[in-house]
């Protein structure tokens, strides 16, 4: 039975146990860290892999009309003009004005209370005035010492040992976003921060070598079509599909990976015939017909039903690594708040520790970002569709990951506290990770019941050998089998496969050449042939 715990102890748990078992640690950590930067130690190397390798086996290997591409991280900065990056990638920021913190100005919860405002502040003593104002709001209630605290620390902090506060007055507001909600402090007016990473390339640094870190995989798919197009013999609805780095200069990186300063993408651009086409070809686009996914692709498709069969392919994906429905929601964005080129953007969302927070992004942009590449490279991005007869620029629809926000979701999803009773009928909590075996960092452990038994040592690294070539094995001779089983289900290994007495045959015939199989979630074991195990793990697997 899992405890009851607050999502913040809960959020503490996993981000101990991702440093404690290996997942993920702050980076550069030996030199106290950066902020928004993050390594992942053996364990979350491996399950970042699996994410990306199960990603790309379903978006490309088990496709024909998906190809993949894997383009430079720094690209010709007009690439990133052309996109809008340079002119509207941007978040609007505040920088409180006592203690200096920064904040992204949509991000700050609306608060209501009593603002005390200042015209100023003078220090007989040293005869100096300071006419600058300031504004402190308190919640209803507090002590108006409370502000005056925060404000004479603000003129303090301008050059004045004893600031006697000027013009106090007071005044109720309502849901405002003004003010630091940890100190009440005022903020600066928002400003407008590009998030893209600035470089040189070349020896001089100057505007004319100006490059940026890709804020997205996509926009190399869009600027790379043409070459796609001709080498690979497909014909548009097709897709270009790519995971890489990803780099924002994030104004508040927050809620561990979550929001990152450096992460990975898993992008699919997928190039549909624009609408009008369809039409023409098919006498008209087909409805969407009920909830659910709308099947195999039929050439009467136009953006609508493309759309929604993406939206239907992402969260069947989702659910196939162990993600079920009900951990995700889905969030169709409404009209207002689409840019001006999309038709429609659905974000999948996964219910964190922390809040319901968006996983992965599903637009249909239309042919904004071909178009644009076309106008400013002054090259042709236009496809000449044979059956149709006709030239266009095509159309697409956009499923955009995170790598980094699916592990995390993964993680806090696999994580769980059991009471369970040992073997000695000792009752103790059982940390577990329920990941999906699919996913799961090490497939299998491997125990010999006893380390200095030779036979059981060799017999043990036979079935490790065995199964190495297939999978991850984890071998591990050291301590108590309890323990060894224990250390297993942390990491989330599904199967432990020990080595007993039975196996070397010392209690009979009948048992030779069988070991113990057990289960990570049931913990049952079962009798099975060594001769077995890869047909019974392999499937499960992979
Ligand atoms: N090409 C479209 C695009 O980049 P986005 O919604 O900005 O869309 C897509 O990003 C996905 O990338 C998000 O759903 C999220 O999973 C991931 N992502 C974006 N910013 C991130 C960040 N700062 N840290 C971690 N993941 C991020």
Not at 145 to 153: G, W
Not at 345 to 361: H, S
Not at 512 to 532: A, F, N
Request: with cysteine; hydrophobic share 35%; glycine share 8%.
């Amino acid at each position: 039975m899992s405890q009851p715990v607050t999502s913040n102890e809960r959020m503490e748990k996993i981000v101990s146990l991702c440093k404690r078992r290996g997942f993920i640690f702050q980076s550069s950590e030996v030199y106290g860290g950066i902020n928004g930067f993050w390594d992942y130690g053996p364990m979350g190397a491996e399950l970042k892999r699996n994410i990306k390798d199960l990603w790309w086996r379903s978006m490309t290997k088990l496709r024909e009309d998906v190809v993949g591409l894997e383009a430079s991280i720094i690209m010709h900065p007009s690439i990133w003009k052309a996109s809008g990056h340079v002119e509207t990638f941007a978040d609007p920021m505040v920088d409180c004005l006592l203690t200096k913190k920064r904040f992204r100005a949509d991000q700050i919860d609306a608060q209501s209370g009593i603002a005390y405002f200042y015209e100023g502040a003078s220090d007989d003593g040293a005869g100096k005035t300071i006419n600058e104002s300031f504004s402190v709001l308190l919640a209803a209630g507090k002590p108006p010492e409370s502000a005056r605290k925060v404000a004479t620390q603000f003129y303090r902090q301008r050059g004045m040992a004893e600031p006697i506060l000027q013009g106090e007055r007071t005044e109720k507001v309502e849901n405002t976003t003004r003010y630091n909600p940890e100190n009440g402090a005022l903020l600066t007016e928002p400003r407008q921060f590009n998030l893209m990473f600035k470089t040189y390339v070349g020896a001089t640094e100057s505007e004319d070598s100006v490059a940026y870190l890709r804020p997205e995989t996509a926009q190399a798919i869009f600027a790379q079509f043409k070459n796609v197009l001709d080498v690979s013999r497909q014909k548009v609805p097709f897709g270009i599909a790519q995971a890489g780095k990803a780099f924002r200069n994030e104004i508040n990186p927050r809620n561990f990976t979550f929001r990152s300063r450096e992460f990975e993408q898993m992008e699919l651009e997928f190039f549909i015939k624009p609408d009008e086409v369809v039409e023409k070809q098919c006498g008209a686009t087909a409805k969407l017909e009920g909830e659910g996914h709308p099947g195999e692709p039929q050439p009467n498709w136009g953006w609508e039903v493309w759309h929604k069969y993406w939206v239907e392919e992402r969260i069947n994906w989702y659910e196939s690594i162990g993600l079920s429905r009900d951990t995700l929601e889905e969030y169709w964005q409404k009209p207002e708040e689409l840019a001006h080129y999309a038709k429609a953007c659905v974000d999948i969302l996964f219910k964190f520790p922390f809040g319901t927070q968006e996983l992965e992004g599903i637009a249909a942009r239309g042919n904004f970002d071909l178009s644009q590449h076309q106008k400013h490279s002054g090259k042709s991005m236009e496809y000449f569709d044979q059956e149709a007869g006709e030239k266009y620029v095509p159309h697409v629809i956009e499923p955009s990951a995170g790598a980094d926000r699916l592990l995390l979701a993964l993680v806090c999803n696999a994580f769980d506290e059991e009471e369970v009773v040992d073997e000695k009928g000792k009752a103790e909590t059982r940390v577990v990770m329920h990941f999906n075996p699919k996913i799961a960092p090490i497939k299998v452990g491997v125990f010999p019941l006893l380390r200095n038994k030779p036979e059981l040592v060799k017999k043990a690294k036979e079935v490790r050998d065995l199964l190495r070539p297939y999978m991850n094995v984890f071998y591990d001779d050291a301590g108590a089998i309890g323990r060894r089983y224990r250390r297993q289900d942390e990491v989330g290994t599904p199967f432990g496969v020990t080595i007993d007495f039975d196996t070397i045959g010392e209690n009979g015939p009948e048992l030779e050449g069988t070991v113990t199989l057990r289960d990570r979630d049931s913990m049952k074991q079962e009798r099975v042939k060594i001769s077995d195990l890869l047909g019974i793990i392999l499937p499960q697997v992979q």
